[in-house]
């Protein structure tokens, strides 16, 4: 006989602490059935209190009941496992579960666009049997289903207005939409599409010329490695070779002095020597002396005076002398001379040492695409603004005033001219842009700018410290006091380029595109400070990039 189908819902079998069909099942004395392993595991935590309770209704026993197997359910639960073999698996996290299934959730196989449901591997069959729903639109399982229901009118959307560029139902086309542009979606897409694979072609395109600037920035960044490298290991070389042909001839000098002094320490040594002689003969010819004048015998005095009064031969040492400074303060002298002299070489000729060239191996931006890589973003510094300056904007736009903004006292304060200093210092490669009204001045200047004096120090461009593009009816730039008057027409937008480490300073006038006004080069030895000028009724304002 045919083995019954079972109809039943696979919560009844399931186990209460685990949540899972029943694997050997037991039945405790309330009737209610559990996993073997699960009853016995919530039983041993209740083995101190000698107290046992069922996990789903909380009765009571004592002693701990003894569990016996439950054949029916283990068989009916064996029937069960194999029925779902084939069913639909449930829905996990994050997976789209069945609109149609009851109590336990299947993951959802197909969408339909004409139910907006989903449904799993078995409630889906209907859409293939029953004649009606055949011609249903079936797709990939999504979440999104609601987004295609007109909020309006709880209609499905499936007309594209082109006035509005936006997806509308049919109701929406006989009143907010009337008389617009409008198409099905499916008619509109092909437009759409290759639309769409433009962006594409365009986005592949700029993905292909940013992969050939990245090749050519990392090839230039280990060009400049290497080429670093080699410097470095040639300067160790070169100076290695210096230090030693010094240090030789340190010691040839070394070895020259111990030589005269060995050889007037041996002629000094032998002067001692017969010094010591000397004194040892006239001790003992002054102790004869000593002892004849003692005598009372007349005749013996005057034989023996006789004999000693003849000249004992002994030269003259007064004349004698030893050379205690021979040379050594020459050596010292001409050292110290060679010394400054060479220390004033090795500054001179360092300084004709190209290391910009080494710097700049990076290529130098062309289109402003490629300055506004190095933008820098600027503020003005309050610390430094003139009383006459008003700052806005967050400290990026500043105008002049003929009223004094009482300022508290600052050492860093411009107080003779109406100037400011950007907070941020400038180091290899900075790009900005500035916007101008009136008449300015738009410069770069070491910190150290004077603030209190009267005269040219504090001036932006007429000083060594700064450097400045004079922006009025016409274009002027400055540096040293040196004015160089600039043929191009104003521009309201400049830009200012900064190679710290090559010494490249440039303006440019900005607009479609981008002119070269004025470019000056410069070895900068400390970091530099974007200043500005703002004259009468004049305004300035940094610019964001864009």
């Known amino acids: 006989m045919a083995e019954a189908s079972i109809s039943v819902d696979q919560d009844q079998f399931s186990c209460p602490v685990c949540l899972d069909l029943l694997k050997d099942p037991v039945t405790v004395p309330c009737g209610h059935s559990f996993c073997m392993v699960c009853i016995n595991s919530c039983w041993d935590q209740?083995?101190?209190?000698?107290?046992?309770?069922?996990?789903?209704?909380?009765?009571?026993?004592?002693?701990?009941?003894?569990?016996?197997?439950?054949?029916?359910?283990?068989?009916?639960?064996?029937?069960?496992?194999?029925?779902?073999?084939?069913?639909?698996?449930?829905?996990?996290?994050?997976?789209v579960e069945c609109d149609f299934c009851t109590g336990r959730k299947r993951k959802a196989a197909k969408s339909?666009?004409?139910?907006?449901?989903?449904?799993?591997?078995?409630?889906?069959?209907?859409?293939?049997?029953?004649?009606?729903?055949?011609?249903h639109k079936l797709v990939k399982v999504s979440t999104r289903l609601q987004e295609k229901i007109c909020s309006q009118h709880d209609e499905m959307m499936k007309i594209y207005c082109r006035t509005d560029r936006s997806c509308i139902c049919y109701l929406c086309t006989l009143e907010k939409h009337k008389g617009h542009d409008t198409v099905s979606a499916a008619a509109e897409r092909p437009q759409k599409q290759r639309e769409l694979e433009e962006m594409q072609r365009e986005v592949q395109q700029m993905i292909q010329e940013k992969q050939k600037k990245l090749q050519e920035l990392e090839q230039a960044v280990n060009t400049l490695k290497r080429c670093a490298q080699t410097a470095v290991e040639d300067t160790?070389?070169?100076?290695?070779?210096?230090?030693?042909?010094?240090?030789?001839?340190?010691s040839e000098l070394t070895e020259l002095i111990r030589a005269q002094e060995e050889a007037e320490l041996s002629a000094a040594e032998e002067l001692l020597e017969k010094l010591e002689q000397e004194i040892a003969d006239l001790k003992r010819r002054n102790t004869e002396l000593e002892q004849l004048s003692l005598t009372e015998d007349h005749i013996h005095f005057l034989q023996s005076f006789q004999s000693l009064s003849i000249?004992?031969?002994?030269?003259?040492?007064?004349?004698?002398?030893?050379?205690?400074h021979l040379s050594f303060d020459g050596v010292r002298s001409a050292l110290s001379d060679l010394k400054e002299r060479l220390e004033e070489f090795c500054r001179e000729e360092f300084?004709?040492?190209?290391?910009?060239?080494?710097?700049?191996?990076?290529?130098?931006?062309?289109?402003?695409?490629?300055?506004?890589?190095?933008?820098?973003?600027?503020?003005?510094?309050?610390?430094?603004t003139h009383h006459h300056l008003i700052l806005s904007d967050e400290n990026r736009a500043v105008k002049r005033s003929d009223?004094?903004?009482?300022?508290?006292?600052?050492?860093?304060?411009?107080?003779?001219?109406?100037?400011?200093l950007s907070v941020e210092s400038l180091s290899g490669r900075c790009y900005w842009e500035v916007e101008w009204s009136g008449e300015v001045e738009i410069s770069v200047s070491y910190k150290e700018i004077?603030?209190?004096?009267?005269?040219?120090?504090?001036w932006f461009g007429r000083n060594n410290h700064s450097w400045s593009l004079w922006c009025s009816s016409s274009l002027t730039f400055w540096h040293r006091?040196?004015?160089?008057?600039?043929?191009?027409?104003?521009?309201?937008?400049?830009?200012?380029?900064?190679?710290?480490?090559?010494?490249?300073?440039?303006?440019?006038?900005?607009?479609?595109?981008?002119?070269?006004?004025?470019?000056?080069?410069?070895?900068?030895?400390?970091?530099?400070?974007?200043?500005?000028?703002v004259g009468d009724g004049s305004t300035l304002r940094l610019c964001d990039k864009q």
């Open 450 to 458: 004077s603030r209190k004096i009267m005269g040219n120090e504090w």
């Open 351 to 384: 300084s004709k040492i190209p290391l910009q060239a080494v710097l700049s191996s990076l290529p130098e931006p062309k289109s402003r695409e490629d300055f506004l890589q190095y933008f820098c973003q600027l503020t003005l510094d309050p610390n430094t």
């Open 403 to 420: 009223e004094d903004q009482h300022y508290s006292a600052h050492p860093e304060r411009f107080d003779c001219r109406s100037q400011v």
């Open 112 to 135: 339909c666009l004409t139910c907006l449901a989903s449904f799993c591997e078995d409630h889906i069959k209907n859409h293939s049997e029953i004649p009606a729903l055949k011609k």
């Open 481 to 533: 006091y040196i004015w160089t008057e600039l043929p191009a027409p104003p521009s309201f937008r400049i830009g200012v380029y900064v190679d710290h480490s090559a010494g490249t300073l440039s303006f440019y006038s900005v607009s479609d595109t981008m002119t070269l006004l004025h470019t000056v080069h410069y070895t900068f030895t400390r970091p530099l400070y974007a200043g500005f000028w």
């Open 311 to 324: 000249s004992s031969g002994s030269e003259d040492s007064s004349s004698i002398s030893v050379h205690q």
């Open 46 to 95: 209740e083995d101190q209190r000698g107290l046992y309770s069922c996990p789903q209704c909380r009765e009571t026993f004592t002693p701990r009941p003894v569990l016996r197997r439950n054949y029916f359910i283990a068989e009916m639960s064996e029937k069960l496992k194999k029925t779902e073999v084939r069913a639909a698996p449930p829905a996990g996290s994050g997976d």
């Open 236 to 250: 160790e070389r070169i100076c290695t070779e210096l230090i030693c042909s010094i240090e030789k001839k340190r």
